[in-house]
T-cell receptor, first 113, second 112 residues
């Protein structure tokens, strides 16, 4: 069964600090992995998307890494800001004709001043 | 300018009623989706349409019926609402099934 596990479930950091969120998956065969940011009361917004051949991808202060061999991904946030407080969701899609994305349960990040 | 818009934003109704949620996207995307996000914030795909054709239909009760009149619209009709239907329903669209999805801001459904 395809699964996406994220850790930690929640995280509290001080403004200006860095943090790293983890995503492990069992989806196979693999097509792509996406990180989304979901602000409270809003829909998720895509941060990065990586395919099998990509190891890292950046979007401003957000940097995602992918190790397709160990089936792990991380999202690193540099110099956190209050506006980074949100839920971060890892989504993995399989290859093949039947495409159904598998969602992680998200990491809730709170950035304190 | 809203890329994916859902209406209504809030929906409060009684058990047993029938209700519809509308979704429209102005991005020219071919694929649209409906998701359910439960109280624990877990997003689960319900349906996906590509060019008005159903391509994903997860184990959703028959009371839920999506309708795509054209590729810019995907509406969700729910019959005989139950307490367990209370959730936030998100519509999304993407250029293709392998491209990032653009989400609406959700419809908060509360069943009394």
């Amino acid at each position: 069964k395809n699964q996406v596990e994220q850790s930690p479930q929640s995280l509290i950091i001080l403004e200006g600090k860095n943090c790293t969120l983890q995503c492990n998956y069992t989806v196979s065969p693999f097509s792509n992995l996406r990180w989304y940011k979901q602000d409270t009361g809003r829909g998720p917004v895509s941060l990065t998307i990586m395919t099998f051949s990509e190891n890292t991808k950046s979007n401003g202060r957000y940097t995602a890494t992918l190790d397709a061999d160990t089936k792990q991904s991380s999202l690193h946030i540099t110099a956190s800001q209050l506006s980074d407080s949100a839920s971060y969701i890892c989504v993995v899609s399989g290859a093949g004709g039947s495409y159904i994305p598998t969602f992680g349960r998200g990491t809730s990040l709170i950035v304190h001043p | 300018d809203t890329a994916v818009s859902q209406t209504p934003k809030y929906l409060v109704t009684q058990m047993g009623n029938d209700k519809s949620i509308k979704c429209e996207q102005n991005l020219g995307h071919d694929t649209m989706y409906w998701y359910k996000q439960d109280s624990k914030k877990f997003l689960k795909i319900m349906f996906s349409y590509n060019n008005k054709e159903l391509i994903i239909n997860e184990t959703v009760p028959n009371r839920f019926s999506p309708k795509s009149p054209d590729k810019a619209h995907l509406n969700l009709h729910i019959n005989s609402l139950e307490l367990g239907d209370s959730a936030v329903y998100f519509c999304a669209s993407s250029q293709s099934v392998r491209q990032p999805q653009h989400f609406g801001d959700g419809t908060r459904l509360s069943i009394l």
